[in-house]
């Protein structure tokens, strides 16, 4: 009850806060490169229930039939705009209304792809479908910098795989096992000073 006020406050706080910064992102996103502000996806919710989740377009219309789900930093996929915002991680704002909307917490396992989270063993799928997903967690702050390991891979999404994945899943765990109010402050002032020192 605690965290969903918390998720219900401050994502409203924050929508007030950052309203300049969407006016001014979906400005941005209109003049450099034609389609939506707004891109959507099905992610794997609580309960095995999927969900729209909200990012800001960092790519060109279609990138999914372009390319794959994994995105390397030198995806020819990725508009000039959405270099800057995925930098700042700008892109993730609009992922507030999912929170607002009780689809995510601020913190939690990372949401992942519906096809792909079928792929995982049962028993990760049980713990992981046992919570929220979240806009941070363990794993965004371990600094994996995915963009980053995947940049001039052959197949961006088969090195996230053997890369990146196995790391994630093993921290979404830990987070599960251990999760707690305080737990989840200390991981969103670590993530608040990674986005600001931009580790």
Same mark, same amino acid.
């Given at each position: ?10 994502? *409203?706080?924050? *929508?007030? %806060?950052?309203?300049? %910064? ?50 390397? @930093? ?69 600094? *994996? ?7 001039? @891979? ?38 608040? *000073? ?6």
């Amino acid at each position: 009850m605690i965290k969903r006020l918390f998720d219900i406050f401050f994502s *409203l706080f924050g *929508l007030a %806060i950052v309203l300049p %910064i969407i006016i001014l992102v979906a400005v941005a996103i209109r003049l450099d490169s034609s389609g939506p502000v707004f891109y959507k996806s099905k992610r794997m919710g609580k309960n095995g229930k999927a969900f729209s989740f909200y990012k800001f377009r960092t790519m060109v219309v279609n990138a999914d039939k372009i390319g794959g789900p994994s995105t390397s @930093a030198d995806d020819a996929r990725i508009t000039k705009v959405g270099k800057f915002l995925r930098k700042y991680k700008l892109d993730e704002i609009p992922q507030f209304i999912n929170i607002l909307k009780g689809n995510m917490s601020f913190v939690g396992p990372r949401p992942e792809v519906v096809s792909e989270f079928e792929l995982y063993d049962p028993k990760v799928k049980e713990a992981i479908l046992s919570v929220k997903p979240g806009l941070t967690d363990l794993a965004s702050i371990a600094g *994996l910098h995915e963009e980053e390991i995947l940049a001039g @891979a052959e197949d961006p999404h088969q090195a996230y795989r053997e890369k990146i994945q196995p790391q994630k899943i093993k921290l979404q765990l830990e987070y599960i096992q251990k999760q707690s109010f305080w737990l989840d402050i200390k991981i969103l002032l670590k993530t608040f *000073l990674n986005v600001i020192l931009h580790k």
